[in-house]
Each structure stands twice: as C-alpha cells, then as structure tokens.
C-alpha cells in the first residue's frame, strides 16, 4: 500500500519555487541554487528495515554537480536518497552499516520528463534497483 505521496499541489508549499503544469498535476520548478522543498510530516517516508519503492517524475538539462532529488537521510547514516550525478539518477541506501546504490548508465538532463522507480528490497536483502522511463532495472553496487 500507499505510506506516502507529494503532488506538489496542496497549499501547504511555501518555498519560492514555481509550480508549473507536471506530467501528474503540478510540479516544481527549482533554480538549482539552493532552493528546496520540506515535507512538513515526512514520517510516511520512514520505511525501516522494510521493502520499498519510490517513484517521481523528473525534467532538466542540468548535469554538473550531484543534485540530491529527494534525500531521506540522516548522519549515522541511515535513510535513502535518489540524486543525479554528472547527468545520471542514482538510488542510494543507507542501513547504518552496508550503503547499496543503483545508477542508470544513460544521462537524463535533455530537458525532457524521465520517469524514475527506486526499489529497495530489504528481506531478505537483494540488490537495490533504479528503472529509468520504464528500462531496467539498473542492478545495484555495494560499499
């Protein structure tokens, strides 16, 4: 089921980012320069030693730098992220001790909506995963 979604069409958004049309209802526009959005109660994100997918559109022609999408992570570390690094997504896992990662081998900044599915399969542990406009899945590394 369902633990959590962000549509970015509720009021409760208040940073200045523009919202434009998305693929699914609205989206954000950000200026790459330190803008961010926090999600008020992002206890639906919090999914344990759990399996779990997470899935989101995303546009844009910028690949210099990494540029954490969504980041769910603390400094033990503990958590998840899903970023862009020199032009590619990448999934990232963090339990505390194991940190498994999953990246696409094909640049997604040519200004066009790309589709991203992360999946972390945690029981029993399997390599994490990253599909990529419906092509995958990317098998995952380790550290």
Known sequence: GLSGAVTFDEPRFRS?????????????????????EEV?????????????????WVRTTSGKAIRNLIDFRNDKPLGWTIFIQVGKPGFQVADGGAI?????????TDGRWHHLVAVAKRLPPQPSVLWVDGAGPRPSGHN
Do not use: H
Not at 19 to 30: E, H, L
Not at 40 to 54: K, L, T
Not at 100 to 108: F, G, Q, V
């Open 100 to 108: 498994t990662y999953a990246s696409a081998t094909a640049p997604i």
């Open 16 to 36: 200045a980012p523009n919202r434009i049309p998305g693929i699914v209802g609205k989206a954000m526009r950000f200026d790459g320069k330190g803008q961010f």
């Open 40 to 56: 008020a109660d992002s206890r639906s994100f919090q999914v344990g030693d759990a399996d779990f997918s997470v899935e989101l």
